[in-house]
């Protein structure tokens, strides 16, 4: 009787926590590849915390940006909309002091909203931003160790200690002056992984014994466009300074393939940290019995490329650039368990969190809420979607950027900027057969017919979000540079 009792009175908690107003523990990682997770299939890297949110909630197979660039990317992710309608198509602007996100929906319906970390939209600008009641981060990229925080405007000061440790820190002293009462929304945005990569010293050769050669697509590159073989030797190549794990650059003697080694060793000992880190909000959470009324979502906000096809570095539509990683945990979501297949959207973000909450949506928006689709399914889920990037002067080893996915297919160009004829060759893959992207099919008779296809409904994606393919303003292609110019690396 007793032991009815007790489960009696359980489920009415948790019934009870369900049916409040929902938390939102936001976790955005940066330049963050699927594949450096366990649950995501990385060999070597264990995150076994993150695994466990990926087991006890929703693992999205195949989620992609819509821009491959920090700024970009977590706009879209705050507003819902592509690149060219928030205004953010760079890394130096700053996200609209007008546009609604969906952290300012929710605080404008009651709920707590905080940033703590890398906000990244607005090169100099660590100010606090609209929607937040707290937001604490800092000028530029931060370091791994001692960064200056602006403390939400009051003051700036060198907190000492490693990045992700110091930015968990500062989150859950917030979170611990929270009320019971009133629903929560809570930023935590990681430096990690991004460049220049540095583990934490207990991390620091925790790979020593991991060979990691070149990607075997480095050394196909004919039937690639030429501007790949361009940057092989610059700042977003194989045989560049590999975000200063490379000292004398460039260098493509075989033995140099060390460098790249110690840039990938470095890079997955970052993670590890976050792995950590995740932990320690897991367990508060547990702690204080929040656990099951919060939205956990951790997150990539643009894939990377390390070596494939010979590049280092994002930008491109090639699917190490894309692919980021989503896993949310919600008992609002589900209770079971599921891995999604169907191919989702930084632009969904927001309309699928603002749906958990029970808030109003958007005004406008490019993407749709997964909600349905995790839940019941949804026969009407998207199998195609549209990628663009504009090519930028201080990074010049890319070319402006359109391209379309689908389920099965991929078509990239490269238009020049002033409406004349593409000057670079065009990329098709077939995605379902080549999922690394390793023959380029654009010159393939057979596949003549698939091209015009595939462009018309390219148009009509860019057409859906107000951009016209005949009209579309870009920058000037002034093509791949091989010299390194005096930029920082973003």
């Not at 002091?97 to 709920?111: C, E, K, R, W």
Request: proline share 7%; aromatic share 12%; with cysteine.
């Amino acid at each position: 009787m007793l032991r009815h009792a007790i489960l009696l009175f359980s489920f009415l908690i948790l019934i009870s926590s369900l049916s409040a107003k929902p938390n939102v523990l936001f976790i955005l990682c940066d330049d963050l590849r699927p594949d450096a997770l366990g649950c995501y299939g990385s060999k070597h890297v264990k995150t076994p915390n993150i695994d466990r949110l990926a087991k006890e909630g929703v693992r999205f197979a195949n989620t992609f940006c819509t821009t491959s660039l920090c700024s970009p990317s977590r706009a879209s992710i705050l507003s819902g909309l592509y690149a060219h309608t928030h205004g953010v198509t760079n890394n130096f602007t700053e996200y609209p002091a007008s546009m609604p996100s969906f952290p300012s929906v929710l605080h404008d319906n009651g709920y707590a909203t905080a940033y703590f970390g890398k906000y990244h939209m607005g090169e100099d600008n660590d100010e606090p931003r609209p929607g937040f009641d707290v937001f604490v981060t800092h000028k530029g990229q931060g370091k791994y160790f001692d960064t200056e925080w602006n403390l939400n405007g009051r003051k700036r000061e060198v907190i000492k200690g490693y990045y992700t440790t110091v930015v968990t820190d500062l989150a859950m002293d917030w979170l611990k002056q929270q009320s019971a009462g009133k629903p929560w929304c809570a930023f935590i945005g990681h430096k990690a992984p991004h460049s220049f990569y540095t583990p934490e010293p207990k991390y620091e050769h925790a790979f020593d014994d991991v060979r990691v050669p070149y990607p075997s697509t480095a050394f196909h590159l004919d039937d690639k466009p030429a501007w790949i073989k361009q940057r092989l030797h610059t700042w977003h190549g194989i045989y560049g300074p590999l975000f200063e794990w490379r000292k004398k650059f460039p260098d493509d003697r075989p033995e140099a393939v060390k460098d790249f080694e110690n840039m990938v060793h470095g890079y997955w000992g970052t993670v590890l940290s976050v792995d950590d880190s995740v932990a320690r909000m897991r367990a508060w959470l547990e702690e204080t019995k929040q656990l099951d009324n919060t939205i956990i979502v951790f997150m990539g906000d643009n894939g990377l490329l390390e070596g494939e096809h010979g590049m280092v570095d994002k930008r491109t539509a090639h699917e190490p650039s894309l692919r980021i990683p989503l896993i949310v945990r919600s008992p609002q979501l589900t209770q079971e368990p599921r891995t999604i297949e169907q191919q989702v959207l930084t632009v969904d973000m927001a309309s699928s969190l603002l749906e958990l909450c029970g808030a109003p949506a958007l005004p406008k928006t490019h993407g749709k809420s997964w909600v349905k689709l995790v839940q019941k399914g949804d026969p009407e889920w998207r199998t195609s979607w549209f990628y663009h990037y504009n090519y930028e002067k201080q990074f010049p080893y890319t070319p402006n950027v359109r391209s379309i996915r689908t389920d099965e297919w991929k078509y990239i160009h490269y238009p020049h900027g002033d409406g004349s004829p593409d000057k670079h060759m065009a990329e098709l893959y077939n995605l379902k057969d080549d999922p690394g992207e390793t023959k380029n099919l654009i010159s393939d008779p057979k596949f003549a017919p698939k091209i015009p296809e595939l462009k018309a409904e390219l148009a009509r994606l860019m057409l859906a979000t107000g951009l016209d393919d005949k009209t579309d303003r870009m920058p000037l292609d002034e093509g791949v540079k091989s010299e390194l110019p005096d930029a920082k690396i973003r």
